[in-house]
């Protein structure tokens, strides 16, 4: 299965260690938005999307990707990292999800877990989820990959 995952990892590189994990279950290559190959893309099978979490929402490199994306068909899965759990009355990787959906992809499923986060009322403290994420976060977002590859995702 061809795969290709586009991250954005800005801060402390939470979400490129997350893509990486993911990236060897997959045998996929991760590929920043500005260096995305869309033809290669137009003919993976699988292509993953993610980034950390600014504000409540995804990195804006990455939903402007997206929404420039011409309208196709293909699977596709969303990831993110945060500092803050996401809520299930408004998960940050909802609307890209949704957007997704509106380009014709059809949307696997969703990972998120907990990471380092010095945003600026955590910096004070030196920020919080020293050491995430962990082992066990990665071996999660493996795990959420090897269901991607054996065409069972789940939202986790």
Do not use: H, Q
């Given at each position: 299965m061809r795969t290709v995952i586009?991250?954005?990892s800005v801060s402390h590189g939470n979400t490129r260690r997350v893509a990486d994990?993911?990236?060897q279950v997959l045998s996929a290559e991760v590929v920043?938005?500005?260096r995305a190959d869309l033809v290669e893309m137009?003919?993976?099978d699988l292509v993953g999307f993610g980034s950390g979490v600014f504000y409540g929402r995804l990195h804006p490199r990455v939903t402007e990707f997206v929404k420039a994306l011409p309208t196709g068909r293909g699977r596709a899965f969303v990831f993110a990292t945060s500092g803050l759990p996401e809520t299930p009355l408004a998960p940050?990787?909802?609307p890209l999800v949704q957007l997704l959906k509106g380009k014709g992809f059809e949307?696997?499923?969703s990972f998120s877990c907990r990471a380092f986060d010095t945003?600026?009322?955590f910096k004070l403290v030196g920020g919080i989820n020293k050491q995430r994420p962990n082992a066990g976060?990665?071996?999660a977002a493996r795990a959420f990959a090897g269901r991607l590859r054996d065409g069972r995702g789940l939202v986790s």
């Open positions: 586009v991250c954005t994990s993911m990236a920043a938005p500005e137009a003919g993976a940050f990787t909802r949307v696997d499923g945003w600026t009322p976060d990665l071996a």
